[in-house]
């Protein structure tokens, strides 16, 4: 009897331990630090490129072991606010902050077989995002990973350096 609910143990637990080593192999993947090293949007219909952060757009994103994520985006060079109060900015300084930003967090899934990676975002700096999962195509090699993006008016194509 004992061996019999022994067998039936493992055939009902057996399932999700291997979900779970494979979730936990594939983010090894990409666990760790990454540093933007470029952003390109192809809008559509058109098919023109641009780099929304120039030519060096500075950034992080971080994938934890335990499926948390962080991802912060923005142009260099960027103007000091006259005010070290964020009180203080001015409507112009707000402006331009927030539309040369990207910032948002939450939880990831990784399929490495189907090559995406899905972010469940949690918070953002664009309250619309709030609750969505947002799925990217990625590609791995060595200590460089690219990220491929879609929406209605664009594809965007970032590639990140790991940080090591």
Same mark, same amino acid.
């Given at each position: 009897m004992k061996s019999v609910l022994g067998w039936l143990t493992l055939a009902?637990?057996?399932?999700?331990? $291997? &979900? #779970?080593? #494979?979730?936990? #192999?594939?983010?090894?993947?990409? $666990?760790?630090?990454?540093?933007?090293?470029?952003?390109?949007?192809?809008? &559509?219909?058109? /098919?023109?490129?641009?780099?929304? !952060? /120039?030519?060096?757009? $500075?950034?992080?994103?971080?994938?934890?072991?335990? /499926? #948390? %994520?962080? @991802?912060?985006? %923005?142009?260099?060079? %960027?103007?000091? !606010? @006259?005010?070290?109060?964020p009180l203080r900015a001015t409507d112009e300084e707000t402006t331009l902050a927030w539309r040369n930003y990207i910032g948002y967090w939450g939880t990831y899934t990784i399929n490495a077989r189907a090559g995406t990676i899905t972010h469940h975002i949690e918070g953002a700096w664009l309250t619309n995002w709030v609750g969505q999962n947002q799925t990217r195509a990625f590609q791995l090699s060595g200590d460089s990973l690219s990220l491929d993006a879609d929406s209605a008016a664009w594809h965007a194509h970032l590639t990140w350096k790991r940080i090591r």
């Open positions: 009902l637990l057996a399932p999700g331990q $291997v &979900k #779970q080593t #494979q979730t936990t #192999q594939d983010r090894n993947l990409i $666990v760790g630090a990454w540093s933007l090293s470029s952003y390109e949007l192809r809008l &559509k219909p058109s /098919g023109t490129i641009t780099t929304p !952060f /120039g030519p060096h757009p $500075v950034g992080r994103i971080l994938y934890e072991a335990n /499926g #948390q %994520m962080s @991802a912060q985006l %923005m142009r260099p060079e %960027m103007t000091a !606010f @006259a005010s070290d109060d």
